[in-house]
């Protein structure tokens, strides 16, 4: 028998198997259970699925968009085909829609901690995290700030980047989630560089792209306009690209942040650095995430692959069936896409 253990599967149907992907249920109370049934309904048969969450919640949005999936408790077998995993019996007043509670800000850490947990056993492929509130979980976990800090946390030290992808643009942040006046006190070379690093392994690795050209945005208007405007491109921006070079990393800038998302939208990048949240996710969810198909959110440098949809519990939306999936269809589906490339690459 040529590859693989005798009696195994072997190497090559190994590769070609069904992705299995452990997702949390986020915020009982917010959307995630909806979006995530419904896309699961999209995607039937594409995916293994294994949501984390609350077989009462979970288990009404499933019925209703006829989406089958056996219940286990939480350390029972996994179905090959997958399952609903019980990880809270919560009651209803805990789990009325757009009404956040104290029980579900602890369930939505307790989803979070047993797919992730489900991923590294190696008992699925990938994480997916249907949407989360951080100031609920804060509430379980004082000091939580987001699903890429608390992944990163748990990653045996790998420096993570957040990266919102779409169709038109694929944007890496150097800082996440931090006021504005951190953030100057934050950026450095050396964060830039790292920043720099883990985007082109992971372009390369996870996305295919044999030779990634990366741009990075200026901090201040026109690029600092030769330092009328601030002098961080120069002392901070310029260095970093410089040493990103000499590694043999395609990095350009500081590029003016109001002219190079056109750039790269039109395909001159394939993917741009911002030096803060919104610098960059402002134009990837308004190019991809409202004119486009979708954007997902995904966290490159793990040894997990970690994907999320672009937006957050809409508590507005909870419960009224007029949620949009498709963010969650498209990270579910980059999951499965990233996870089978990294198959092919052992």
């Known amino acids: 028998m040529k590859g693989g253990r005798p009696g195994g599967p072997g190497p090559a149907r190994e590769r070609m198997a069904p992705v299995r992907i452990a997702i949390s249920m986020g915020d009982p109370s917010g959307i995630g259970p909806e979006v995530t049934a419904r896309a699961l309904r999209a995607l039937r048969g594409r995916i293994v699925p294994y949501v984390f969450g609350d ?10 968009h006829g989406v089958r999936l056996p219940v286990v408790g939480l350390g ?6 997958g399952a609903l995993v019980r990880v809270t019996r919560l009651s209803s007043a805990a789990t009325r829609p757009g009404r956040p509670s104290r029980a579900g800000a602890t369930a939505q850490l307790a989803y979070l901690t047993a797919a992730h947990a489900c991923v590294v056993s190696g008992q699925a492929d990938a994480l997916c995290t249907a949407p989360v509130s951080k ?27 957040m990266m919102l992808a779409g169709r038109r643009l694929r944007v890496a942040l150097v800082t996440n989630h931090l006021s504005l006046r951190s953030v100057l006190r934050t950026l ?3 964060r830039i ?18 030779a990634p050209r990366i741009a990075v945005c200026a901090l201040n208007p026109h690029a600092g306009e030769g330092g009328a405007f601030g002098d961080e491109e120069r002392r901070l921006v310029a260095p970093a690209l410089a040493r990103a070079r000499r590694r043999g990393i395609a990095a350009t800038g500081p590029w003016p942040a109001d002219s190079v998302y056109f750039r790269a939208a039109a395909g001159e990048f394939d ?14 969810k308004l190019l991809d995430g409202v004119l486009g198909d979708a954007a997902v959110n995904v966290t490159l440098g793990l040894p ?32 499965a896409q990233v996870a089978r490339r990294r198959r092919r690459r052992r």
């Open 55 to 64: 077989a009462r919640v979970f288990g009404r949005e499933a019925r209703r």
């Open 135 to 161: 100031a609920q979980v804060q509430r379980a976990q004082p000091g939580f700030v987001g699903h890429t800090e608390w992944l990163e946390a748990r990653g045996r030290g790998a420096r993570s980047v």
């Open 188 to 190: 450095s070379a050396e």
């Open 193 to 210: 560089l790292r920043t720099l690093a883990v985007t082109h392994r992971a372009l390369r690795r996870d996305f295919g792209i044999a």
């Open 304 to 335: 997990v692959v970690r994907t999320s949809p672009d937006h957050g519990v809409a508590y507005d939306l909870a419960g009224k069936r007029r949620a949009s999936a498709r963010s969650m269809v498209a990270a579910l589906a980059m999951a």
């Open 271 to 284: 993917a741009v650095v911002a030096l803060y949240h919104d610098q960059g996710l402002i134009p990837v």
């Open 76 to 81: 029972e077998p996994l179905p090959p085909g």
